[in-house]
Nanobody
Framework: VQLVESGGGSVQPGGSLRLSCAASGFPFSIVDMNWFRRAPGKEREWVATIGFSGRSANYLDSVKGRFTIARNNTKKTVYLQMNSLEPEDTAVYYC?????WGQGTQVTVSS
C-alpha cells in the first residue's frame, strides 16, 4: 500500500490550495478515503471522509463550507480542495485508508 500526498505549500489567509493523494496497492475504488491533519503541538484530527463512489462526504465542522473532498477512481487519487484558508488550518495533512498513512504534506497559512 502506498499513499503519496502532494500540493501543500504556504498561502496567505483567504487563499486556496488543492491537495492530492495518489493511492496504490489496494482496491481504491471500493473503499472510503480520509484526510487528517496534525497542527503544531496538537493531536492528529480527522478532517474529511469521502465514500467509495464519491457521492457522500463528511467534514469536520470547522472546515465545512470551505473544504471539499473529491476522488477520481480511475486515477486512484483523492483530493482536498481548501478555500478561504485560515491560520488555524496550518498543519501537516495526511491521506488515510484503514491503518495506512501517507507521509503528509505541509500547509502553512500566514500573512
Amino acid at each position: 500500500v502506498q499513499l503519496v500526498e502532494s500540493g501543500g505549500g504556504s498561502v496567505q489567509p483567504g487563499g486556496s490550495l488543492r491537495l492530492s493523494c495518489a493511492a496504490s496497492g489496494f482496491p481504491f475504488s471500493i473503499v472510503d478515503m480520509n484526510w487528517f491533519r496534525r497542527a503544531p503541538g496538537k493531536e492528529r484530527e480527522w478532517v474529511a471522509t469521502i465514500g467509495f463512489s464519491g457521492r457522500s462526504a463528511n467534514y469536520l465542522d470547522s472546515v465545512k463550507g470551505r473544504f471539499t473532498i473529491a476522488r477520481n477512481n480511475t486515477k486512484k487519487t483523492v483530493y482536498l480542495q481548501m478555500n478561504s484558508l485560515e491560520p488555524e488550518d496550518t498543519a501537516v495533512y495526511y491521506c488515510n485508508w484503514a491503518n495506512y498513512w501517507g507521509q503528509g504534506t505541509q500547509v502553512t497559512v500566514s500573512s
